[in-house]
C-alpha cells in the first residue's frame, strides 16, 4: 500500500477521482432532496467507472463506496432486498480489505433494511456484529448509534425491557461524544 500511495497520480487517476466524487455528490445530493431514482442512477454511473479504475485496492474501495451508496438509495424507495444485496457486496469489499469502520457501517445500514422488511432477528445480528466491529475500531460515535439501533429492534419486537438500558446506554455515548443529534 505505502508503494501505491507514494506513486503521483496520473492525469486519468485525477480524472476519475474527481468524477468519483462529483458522482458521490451528486447522489447524496437527490437523495438529499428525496430523489431516489435519480441518487440510483448517479451511483449505478459511479459504480460502472469504479468498475474501470485501474488499481485494484482504488477499484475495491470505489466499488464499496458505490454499492452502499446504491444500497442507502435502493431502500428510500423500498426496494429492500436490492438494497441488501449491494450492502452485502459492500460489506464483502470492506472486509477484503481489513476496512473495520466502512463494515460497521455498511453492517448497521444492512440492519436498517432488514428492519424495514420487519426481519428483526436478522436486523439484530447486524445491528449486534456492527457495534462489535465499532468497539473493535473505537468508534465511539458507531458504538452509540449501534446501542440505539439495537434498542429500536428490541423495541419493534416488544422487548422493552432489553429496548431501554440500550437506549440509555446510546444517550451516554451521544452526551460523552457531544452527538447532539442522537440526543432524540
Known amino acids: 500500500h505505502a508503494l501505491l500511495a507514494s506513486r503521483p497520480p496520473t492525469r486519468a487517476r485525477a480524472a476519475a477521482a474527481a468524477a468519483m466524487r462529483a458522482l ?3 447522489g447524496n445530493a437527490y437523495l438529499s432532496r428525496g430523489d431516489a431514482d ?3 442512477e448517479a451511483f449505478e454511473e459511479m459504480r460502472a467507472l469504479a468498475a474501470a479504475l485501474p488499481l485494484p485496492e482504488g477499484r475495491a474501495r470505489s466499488l464499496m463506496k458505490a454499492e452502499g451508496s446504491l444500497g442507502i438509495a435502493w431502500q428510500s424507495l423500498g426496494e429492500h432486498e436490492r438494497a441488501a444485496e449491494a450492502l ?3 460489506i464483502g ?3 477484503a480489505l481489513g476496512d473495520t469502520r466502512s463494515a460497521a457501517a ?3 445500514s444492512l440492519g436498517l ?3 424495514a422488511r420487519g426481519e428483526h432477528e436478522h436486523a439484530l445480528a447486524r445491528h449486534a456484529a456492527s457495534l462489535a466491529l465499532s ?3 473505537g ?3 458507531g458504538q452509540g448509534v449501534e446501542l440505539g439501533h439495537l434498542g429500536n429492534t428490541f423495541g419493534d419486537l416488544g422487548q422493552l425491557s432489553q429496548a431501554l438500558p440500550l437506549h440509555e446506554a446510546a444517550l451516554a455515548v451521544a452526551r460523552e461524544t457531544g452527538d447532539w443529534r442522537a440526543e432524540g
Open 24 to 26: 458521490h455528490e451528486r
Open 38 to 40: 435519480a441518487a440510483v
Open 88 to 90: 452485502r457486496a459492500a
Open 93 to 95: 469489499v470492506s472486509e
Open 106 to 108: 455498511l453492517l448497521s
Open 113 to 115: 433494511s432488514y428492519s
Open 135 to 137: 468497539l473493535q475500531c
Open 139 to 141: 468508534d465511539r460515535r
